[in-house]
């Protein structure tokens, strides 16, 4: 059976996943199958993706009907920018235990980096016919339909996923977003002000905030919310980064440049 031992893809935030290379020099002590496993998962749980690979390796090796440790070797493949193979691995699992949702979900992030979007959907709309409820579900498929360019569709899967995880602050902010993509500035202001106050470390909502104050006209305050932003986190002056990997939509994704450039609206 699947165990949600390793899930380091679950949200499809691969704006938290920074691609590295294998460690070909990792040597894999004679350990029993059982401590091989813990090995892999501790390294992989540490985010020591270049050394969790060989244990998961040997481990497969040894134990090739362990679905877990072909899912979980699949989340340390995508860690490590292999997108491919981690759908190979994810599929293998599958292959194993039918009914497992998890290498659905993590098959559907490693399709998502491939930008494989139909597939991605289809991974992630299996789960929900299965579980309407499942959060990471709901906002993995929001950023698909985000990426397809339906923000009406996107919105609602995020509101979905924020009623299903309670305090899940990024389905709040993406849903936020994607209302500040339809035009409804005064939705996606009143919940990222919502976000600030529960949540005043939380970038994103105040990058976010700091276009749309911009576009409307209120650099000052603008000021004030991305010079915290910035300071937490450094990628959201990065245009590529927030359309490609963080996935905001366009216009708050416009808005935001031009407020960097300090250009008029």
Known sequence: MIHRALLLVLLGLLWLVQPVEADQGVTVPDLSDRDLFERALAASRDGAAAQA?????????????????????????????????????????????????????????????????????????????????EASALYNLGNVRGSQSDWAAAAELYAQAALARPGFAMARSSEALARYQL?????????????????????????????????????????????????????????????AVRRWPPSPTADLGAFLKLESR
């Open 53 to 133: 690979l060989p244990f998961w390796d040997r481990y497969l090796e040894r134990q090739p009907q362990d679905a877990a440790a072909w899912s979980n070797r699949g989340n340390v493949r995508l860690v490590l920018g292999d997108a491919e193979a981690a759908i190979a691995d994810q599929t293998q699992a599958l292959a194993l235990e039918p009914e497992a949702m998890d290498p659905h979900l993590n098959r559907g992030t490693a399709e998502e980096a491939l930008q494989r979007w139909s597939d991605a959907a289809t991974d992630y709309t299996w789960i929900l016919e299965r579980d309407p409820q």
């Open 183 to 243: 035009g409804e500035l005064d939705a996606a202001e009143q919940e990222l002000r919502k976000l600030i106050r529960r949540y005043p470390l939380f970038a994103d909502s105040r990058a976010a905030l700091s276009a749309l104050l911009w576009r409307r006209g209120q650099g000052g305050e603008a000021e004030s919310h991305w010079a915290a932003a910035a300071g937490l986190d450094p990628r959201y002056r990065q245009a590529d980064w927030l359309l």
